[in-house]
């Protein structure tokens, strides 16, 4: 007998009956979804003494994306472990913007004869 869970009737499911279309109520549950659900990975979180170990499953994921999250997270960790002020950071990144400037200034700007 194959039974389709139905319409959600006063926090009580109706089973119907797939092939006879009879119906009648059942236990007190919530209403089921229709159609697929989605339920997310599990990801698993161990932490011990100083460390954190974190599982995440990478299915669908392309080799690139894992690469790409595991370099987010050490950057991360760089930073909250800096001790470079805001106003230093700040500094850093113009020196660093202006190096590469004068570097670079010929590949961006036509030769003028």
């Known amino acids: 007998m194959r039974v389709s869970r139905g319409k959600a009737c006063e926090s009580f499911v109706i089973e119907k ?20 659900v989605y339920r997310p990975p599990m990801i698993a979180v161990k932490a011990e003494h ?34 470079l002020t805001p106003d230093a950071a700040w500094k850093l990144s113009e020196d660093i913007k202006s190096g590469w400037w004068q570097e670079n200034e010929r590949r961006f700007t036509p030769e003028v004869l």
């Open 17 to 36: 009956h797939v092939s006879t279309g009879t119906e009648k109520p059942c236990s007190r549950a919530l209403p089921v979804a229709v159609g697929p």
């Open 50 to 83: 100083d460390r954190l170990h974190v599982t995440i499953p990478t299915a669908g994921m392309t080799p690139e994306e894992v690469n790409d999250f595991v370099s987010r997270l050490r950057v991360e960790s760089v930073v909250r472990r800096s001790r």
